[in-house]
């Protein structure tokens, strides 16, 4: 890091992420930190982010500008408080990146920019027994759009219409909590909507989401691309944006 002139050295392991990203000619990484005989992981802080294991590495092939992803998370953080920000004041409602060249085997990799993940510790969800959810819209289903309520099977899923569960664990996890407001929101009358949509959804989160898609042209953020999250048990469901290299037109 050039501005404080520090040098961090560590192991870890790495590997290609993204879906369709994944096949662009310039790849995207996940980084897991490792302790020096690699039997563990480890935590760092890195370029004045928060201490983590994990990290992601961006490679902002499709962005010619190299400013959609920053810019628009940047500015959803300026614009938007999460409702329970006074009780977790150190919680944040997206991610931060910086950006960085990359090497790899002595060989440049370009610009990238280097961020934070987006789970359970950056929003500061409270644990399973506590109540916290995270899902994150990873296709086109028809749940993560309201438009369809697909069935549940016995057996535990990882993914449900459209929707991956991301905390708790999709082992330890069940999906019945967002079929069931998947189900009021597709199935309510309209007098039911109005009169308790306000307990289930945290309407500041919905209406600053509705004016960042409009500002920012996020037409790949209506449904994928997002994710949806409560803080504790009882509390109203949040969105956060995610995946923002489509915006800006």
């Known amino acids: 890091d050039p501005i404080p002139n520090t040098f961090y050295q560590s192991n870890m392991g790495i590997r290609i992420r993204g879906a369709s990203s994944a096949e662009f000619p310039k790849k995207s990484y996940r980084v897991t930190l490792k302790n020096d005989t690699y039997s563990a992981n480890k935590d760092a802080s890195l370029l004045n982010l928060r201490s983590d294991k ?53 060989q440049y990799r370009g610009v990238y920019a280097f961020t934070e993940d987006m789970d359970r510790k950056q929003l500061k969800l409270k644990n399973q027994s506590g109540g916290g959810e995270l899902y994150k819209g990873d296709s086109w289903g028809g749940a993560v759009t309201f438009d ?51 307990s289930k959804i945290s309407i500041p ?10 500002l920012t042209k996020a037409e790949d953020n209506l449904g994928k691309n997002t994710f949806i999250a409560k803080y504790t048990a009882g509390d109203p469901y949040f969105i956060v944006p995610w995946d923002l290299d489509g915006t800006w037109g």
Do not use: C
């Open 148 to 198: 369809h309520v697909p069935d549940l099977s016995g057996a535990p899923i990882e993914t449900w219409g459209g929707w991956e569960m991301k905390y708790p664990d999709w082992e330890d996890g069940n999906w019945n909590a967002i079929r069931n407001f998947t189900d009021f929101v597709k199935n309510a009358t309209d007098a039911e909507f109005s009169s308790q949509i306000e």
């Open 54 to 106: 994990r990290w992601l590495l961006l490679a902002m092939w499709n962005e010619e500008l190299k400013l959609n992803n920053k810019v628009s998370y940047e500015l959803w953080r300026e614009i938007h408080s999460l409702h329970y920000q006074a009780s977790e004041p150190e919680a944040l409602s997206t991610i931060r990146m910086v950006y960085i060249e990359l090497f790899i085997n002595k």
């Open 205 to 214: 989160s919905f209406i600053d989401y509705y004016l960042f898609l409009n």
